[in-house]
Structures are given as structure tokens and as C-alpha cells.
């Protein structure tokens, strides 16, 4: 076989000669392009041949699966005029690799239907697919058929090995070992292998001490084994050891070595085998490569990993989405976005990664936009967790309309609604105003887990159906369902927006007496805050006495706001310092203390606060909102009057408001109504909407201007849907 180097000259002299070279010598070239990832010249060369053989097609056909092309490869083979034991063996690999198992067996049984010789490779490689599928019916069958044709080799009991242990039967594994008249290094192997890979590290180290020979796989299986166990000192001893037998180390012994640095996050020894695969020239091995640049991204060492990416001659699907992934972890959207543009083809890692990145930084109009483009581009891809994403968009967004068109695609594509995508769809719709079909969702889950009950109690509670909610929590617990501090979370607050103090306090006991559940923060901020609102100061006073670690920024504003529901100010004052020194650039803390302050009259406290702001540079962000209305999003902040229809949204509010004054049943309550008689006065404070059938709710300034420019700008006659 001639090198890489030796098939370009060679073609260059054939061309420079204008003579047609012979058939083999072609063959050998498609073969060097297709092995260095030059598929394309590959095929260029292949379509201009002459003549061809089934040896040409084979390799074209292998060069493609090589290069992770499936299409094209099954493409080639159905057009292939002459298929033997090597076209099957190629496509049936590609198959397999590929996840398309059921073609994989449709093509082994062709080959049975057109007695198409099988070898071992073939053998092997359906035993392999076996393993991979946990069917060992399928796999006996195989062994069945090799009985039935006199077929054996210590290559194909080793196979047979590891689909037993894989399947989990590890006896009957045991049971062919023990029976193999003579057990060489490859078999021997396979066994280690399976009392490793289910969990028996005391057999599997006794056969090892009884081998006689140890190669490069016996000790990278106890390395593997070891891993697989968490057991990081003995990882290192074990490599420590190979090291001084002698027995050269390959990239499956870094790979192990990165996968445990990897689960320990430890960067220190993803640095010391990297440089052990410099310095033994393994860096062009892309196992390697692939695994050093995904260690680094999860470990957060960005540059090591560009580094590590940058010397590849040929950088895979595989690196650049581990980058993406990493970039977007740590919030470098410039840059994931920079190494996604860089994909020649975008595989669904790659677009959930970027999508979440947004996510996190609760950016969810781009995070809905990316995912709208997937679905452009990607329509017939359907990843869980892509879904999962653009739910979780639409979730943070509050866009029904988007998240009812991801339902429905869910639907068409007949996609299984299991716990994860019921609990998406259940927290979109309960964040969108929509209860009853959160609810819908919640009831054909058949198989609900925690996570699920979470967020139905706390899209109950978030509802005002705290009943529900309570109903909900004690349905779990009899489901068996044993509740976590986050179901504990949802309950407190069911409890306080409706003034359950009993129920409450009830409910935190019993977490820690019959649940096993320390209260943390958020949940003593949950009870100081249902204490503040049911006027129980003296309570939510003990229990701040009481916290037993440091309050955090949560509970002092959860306090704060007790004290300012029950006029409490000389309280206020005492934890002002502590929460201010907690949270010294949160404008939003200066002007709460000082709105307490002025409400009480104590103007001189007031201009305290507000000269404390000045002097630290603080400022207070204004409130924002949006709406979409026709396809269209409009953001806005209160007080907004840069848009064309500034005017007409004020007088439409100024309208609402003077028909709401009018009306029978319904009223706008603004306090101090004397001093707000214009349009611009009534968006620039809260004002509370009393419906009949509901308790006092409040509409803050931005939230108004979306109402009335959503009114203005629908033409359709629709409701217009309000979030608040």
C-alpha cells in the first residue's frame, strides 16, 4: 500500500503523461484520498475512471463511510453493477456505526438470500450490533448459525463474549470461557472485559494476575474498569504500572485517563496527559485529540482547547461542537456563534448548545429566532433536547403562539410526549397564561415523575389555584413519590399568595420531620414572606432570629417587603445596611427602601437613600415588557414614548382606564387618584385591577403600555394576552 504523498505524485505523473493509468494503481489512489479526508477529489477521480471493478466501487463505497457519509455510500451501493463480501461487510458497518440497525439486519439477511459468502468481519460485526441493541435472541441466533456451519475462531468467541456480558448475562459468558478448549490473548480480553463492564473488579483482577501475557488492551480494560468504578487512585496506579511493564500506551489509555479527568473537572491532569501524547507524538490521533479538546471545555481551559483544535490538519464535526458547546457554557456567545458558523454541516448538538447558551443569559428572542432557523433548515431532525430548548424559549418569553406551533410539530411528528418533553410543554403553557392545557399535559403523562408534579404545583400556585395545588403535593406523596426541596418551594408559595399561614407552617414542619428535608434560604424566605403578607410580623421576626446560617440578599428582601406591608420601618432600618452592603449595585433595593421611607413621611430618610444612589453611581433599570402581536415582537420599557404610536397608546390607556371607572363590575383602584389625572401620571405607578371573581392584582407601567399598544396594533378582533 502506497503512501498518501506517493498516490498524488503518482496521479500527478499519469496526468502530466496524459496516460490513463491502470485500474488498481486508480483504486489505490481513491484509497489514500478517502483515508485523509479528501472524499471529494475521492469521487472526482472515481466518476472520470474509464473502467472500474468491484474493487473500485468497494473503495469509493468504504471511503464514504470513512468519511461518516451514509447517504452517499448506500447511494453507491445500490448502483453497484457486482456486490461481494466486501460491499455487505463495508455498508453493513456504515449501518451499524450510523445507528440505522434495522437496515443493518435487512442487509445481513440479503446477503444470506443471495449467498453472498459471510466472514468473520461480517460475523462479528452482527454480533457487535447485537451487543448494541441488548437483543440476545438476536445474538444466540447468530451464535446458533455459527455451530450450524462449522464456523469458529477465538476473533468470533471473543465477539460472542462481549454480546453475552453487554446483554448482561454475564453467566453464560463465564459459562463459553470456560468451555473454549484453548483461551488465547484475544478471548482472555473479552472476558476481563465483561467482569469489568458488570461490575465484578475482584474476578476481573484475579484473571488478570492469572494471565500470562499482558498486552495494550488487558491493562487498558482494567484502566476502563477502574473508571467506570470512580476509583481515581487506582486509575493512576494502574496507568503508573502500565507505564513501568513496558507496554506501549495507545489513545484508548489517554482516552481512559481524560474521561476520569473529565468527571473530576481536573485540569492539572488533563494537562499532564496532554503532555504525554506530545511528547509520544500522538497528537495527530483525532480519538485523542477529540477527547483533550472536550476535557478542556468542560474544565473551562477554552484557549488549551482552541490550541488543541488548531494543530488538527483536519478539524472534525466532533471538536468544533465541543467548542461551540464550551463557548456557549461559559457565555462566549460571540464565540460559539463564530465556531457554529464554521460547521460545514450543523448537527442538533451544535444548535441546542447555542440555543441554551442564550437561554442562560435570558435571551430568549434570539434563543426562539435560532430555533425557528433549526426548524427552517434541520426539518427533518427531531432531537428531545432541541425541542426541550425552543419550549424553554418560549417559556421565558411568554410566546403561546410559538410554543402551540412546537406542540404541534411534537404532534405531526408523532413524537413520544414523555417526561421531559411533557414537563417543556407543561412549564411553556403554565408560563404563557395557559393553566387548563398545562393541565391537559400533566394528565397523559402516564409515567409522571417528580419534576413533573413540581411544576404543575407551582403553575398552580402561580395561578392562583393554591387548593389545587395543596391537592396536587398530597396526591404525589400518595403516588409514592417522595417530595425535594423544590416541591417544598412551589408549596410555600401556593401557601402565601393566599394567606395559608396554618397550612404553611404545617407544611414546614412536616419537611423536616417526615421528609428528612433541611430548610434551606428560599424556603425560610418563602415563610417570612407568607408571614408578611397574613400580617404575623411577630413570626416572620422569630423566624429571622432563628435562620441558622447567614440570610442572604432573598430572605432580607423577603423581610423588607413584610416590613413594608406592615408599615414595620424601624425593622426596615435594621437590615438596610446588611442587605445594601449584599447588594450595593442593585439600584432597585436603594429605591425600595427609599419609597419606604417616603410612604411613612420620613422625607430626611428618603434623601439618605436617594444621596447614597448618587454617591455610588446606582441607577434603577427600567421596567421592561413585550408583546407579540401578529408575528411581530415590540418590546418597551414604562413611560416609553419614542415609537411612532406613543400618543395614541396614551390615549388609549387614558379611554380604558375612564371605561373601567364606568364600569358596574369591574374598576381600576389607583391610590391617590388625585394626583394622577393624566395618562402619563396613570402608567407611571401601579395601578390594581379588581375583576369581580378575583383578588386585587397589579398592573405595572410597562405591562400597561403593552396592553393598550397590543389592542392598538391587533386588528384581528382577538384577545389581547396580558402576562402578569
Given at each position: 500500500m502506497r503512501s498518501f504523498k506517493e498516490c498524488v505524485r503518482l496521479q500527478t505523473f499519469f496526468i502530466k503523461a496524459a496516460v490513463v493509468a491502470p485500474v488498481h494503481v486508480l483504486n489505490q489512489i481513491i484509497n489514500a484520498y478517502s483515508k485523509n479526508?479528501?472524499?471529494?477529489?475521492?469521487?472526482?477521480?472515481?466518476?472520470?475512471?474509464?473502467?472500474?471493478?468491484?474493487?473500485?466501487?468497494?473503495?469509493?463505497?468504504?471511503?464514504?463511510?470513512?468519511?461518516?457519509?451514509?447517504?452517499?455510500?448506500w447511494g453507491l451501493f445500490e448502483l453497484a453493477p457486482e456486490k461481494d463480501t466486501v460491499s455487505y461487510n463495508s455498508i453493513i458497518s456504515g449501518c451499524t456505526r450510523n445507528g440505522c440497525m434495522e437496515e443493518a439486519v435487512d442487509l445481513f439477511r440479503e446477503m444470506q438470500a443471495n449467498s453472498i459468502r459471510m466472514d468473520e468481519f461480517t460475523l462479528t460485526t452482527m454480533l457487535n450490533l447485537a451487543a448494541k441493541l441488548s437483543e440476545l435472541s438476536y445474538g444466540k441466533q447468530i451464535q446458533s448459525f455459527l455451530v450450524k456451519t462449522a464456523t469458529s475462531s477465538g476473533f468470533l468467541c471473543s465477539s460472542i463474549i462481549d454480546m453475552y456480558s453487554k446483554c448482561g448475562n454475564l453467566d453464560d459468558a463465564v459459562r463459553l470461557f470456560g468451555e473454549m478448549s484453548e483461551k488465547d490473548l484475544v478471548s482472555t480480553n473479552a472476558m476481563l472485559a465483561?467482569?469489568?463492564?458488570?461490575?465484578?473488579?475482584?474476578?476481573?483482577?484475579?484473571?488478570?494476575?492469572?494471565?500470562?501475557?499482558?498486552?495494550?488492551?488487558?491493562?487498558?480494560?482494567?484502566?476502563?474498569?477502574?473508571?467506570?468504578?470512580?476509583?481515581?487512585?487506582?486509575?493512576?496506579?494502574?496507568?503508573?504500572?502500565?507505564?513501568?511493564?513496558?507496554?506501549?500506551?495507545n489513545g484508548h489509555t489517554y482516552g481512559s485517563i481524560l474521561t476520569l479527568s473529565t468527571s473530576l473537572k481536573n485540569v492539572r491532569l488533563a494537562k499532564s496527559v496532554h503532555a504525554c501524547v506530545l511528547r509520544n507524538g500522538l497528537v495527530s490521533n483525532s480519538f485523542i485529540t477529540r477527547g483533550l479538546i472536550d476535557v478542556y471545555c468542560k474544565c473551562g481551559n477554552l484557549k488549551h482547547a482552541e490550541f488543541v483544535a488548531h494543530e488538527i490538519p483536519h478539524q472534525n464535526a466532533y471538536s468544533i461542537t465541543s467548542l461551540i458547546v464550551g463557548?456557549?457554557?461559559?457565555?462566549?456567545?460571540y464565540e460559539a456563534s463564530r465556531f457554529f458558523d464554521l460547521l460545514p454541516e450543523k448537527n442538533t448538538v451544535a444548535w441546542t448548545a447555542l440555543i441554551t447558551g442564550h437561554l442562560r443569559l435570558q435571551q430568549s428572542d434570539i434563543a426562539l429566532s435560532l430555533f425557528r432557523e433549526f426548524q427552517k433548515k434541520e426539518a427533518t431532525k427531531t432531537d428531545e433536547l432541541i425541542l426541550i430548548s425552543g419550549l424553554g424559549a418560549c417559556a421565558l418569553q411568554a410566546?403561546?403562539?410559538?410554543?402551540?406551533?412546537?406542540?404541534?410539530?411534537?404532534?405531526?411528528?408523532?413524537?413520544?410526549?414523555n417526561e421531559k418533553i411533557g414537563n417543556a410543554l407543561l412549564d411553556m403553557y403554565s408560563k404563557c397564561g395557559n393553566i387548563r392545557y398545562a393541565e391537559e399535559i400533566f394528565r397523559k403523562v402516564m409515567n409522571r415523575d417528580l419534576v413533573l408534579y413540581n411544576s404543575m404545583i407551582a403553575g398552580y400556585a402561580n395561578h392562583g389555584r393554591e387548593m389545587d395545588a395543596i391537592n396536587l403535593f398530597e396526591e404525589m406523596i400518595q403516588e409514592g413519590i417522595k417530595p425535594d426541596e423544590i416541591s417544598f418551594i412551589a408549596i410555600f408559595s401556593a401557601c402565601r399568595h393566599a394567606g395559608l399561614v396554618v397550612k404553611g407552617e404545617n407544611f414546614f414542619n412536616c419537611m423536616v420531620t417526615d421528609h428528612g428535608i433541611s430548610p434551606g434560604l428560599d424556603h425560610y424566605a418563602c415563610m417570612i414572606d407568607l408571614f408578611g403578607r397574613s400580617n404575623c410580623m411577630d413570626?416572620?421576626?422569630?423566624?429571622?432570629?432563628n435562620i441558622p446560617q447567614e440570610p442572604d440578599a432573598i430572605v432580607l428582601g423577603a423581610f423588607l417587603n413584610a416590613c413594608r406591608i406592615n408599615g414595620k420601618t424601624k425593622l426596615a432600618g435594621v437590615v438596610e445596611e446588611k442587605l445594601l452592603s449584599l447588594e450595593t449595585d442593585n439600584g432597585a433595593r436603594y429605591v425600595q427602601f427609599a419609597n419606604l421611607y417616603a410612604a411613612e413621611g420620613m422625607w430626611s430618610e428618603m434623601g439618605r437613600i436617594r444621596g447614597k444612589m448618587r454617591g455610588k453611581e446606582v441607577k434603577k433599570f427600567a421596567g421592561c415588557s413585550w408583546i407579540h402581536v401578529q408575528d411581530k415582537l415590540f418590546t418597551f420599557t414604562a413611560g416609553d414614548s419614542s415609537c411612532s404610536e406613543a400618543q395614541a397608546v396614551y390615549a388609549s390607556l387614558e379611554s380604558l382606564n375612564e371605561e373601567m371607572k364606568r364600569s358596574g363590575e369591574d374598576k381600576m383602584v389607583m391610590p391617590n387618584n388625585n394626583r394622577r389625572q393624566n395618562a402619563r401620571n396613570f402608567i407611571a405607578h401601579p395601578a390594581v385591577y379588581l375583576p369581580s371573581d378575583q383578588r386585587p392584582r397589579f398592573l405595572w407601567p410597562s405591562q400597561l403600555y403593552r396592553l393598550a399598544r397590543g389592542l392598538l396594533q391587533d386588528e384581528r378582533g382577538k384577545h389581547v394576552k396580558l402576562n402578569i
Open positions: 479526508w479528501f472524499i471529494h477529489e475521492a469521487r472526482r477521480l472515481f466518476d472520470e475512471m474509464p473502467e472500474r471493478n468491484v474493487f473500485t466501487w468497494n473503495n469509493m463505497i468504504n471511503g464514504y463511510i470513512i468519511n461518516n457519509d451514509l447517504f452517499e455510500a465483561a467482569y469489568f463492564r458488570n461490575g465484578q473488579l475482584q474476578q476481573g483482577l484475579k484473571l488478570f494476575k492469572e494471565m500470562d501475557i499482558h498486552d495494550t488492551v488487558s491493562w487498558n480494560t482494567v484502566l476502563s474498569g477502574y473508571v467506570l468504578s470512580g476509583d481515581a487512585e487506582k486509575v493512576l496506579e494502574v496507568f503508573i504500572d502500565m507505564a513501568q511493564s513496558g507496554v506501549p500506551q463557548h456557549a457554557n461559559r457565555g462566549n456567545l410566546a403561546f403562539e410559538h410554543g402551540k406551533q412546537i406542540h404541534s410539530y411534537v404532534i405531526r411528528k408523532q413524537i413520544q410526549v413570626k416572620a421576626e422569630e423566624m429571622m432570629k
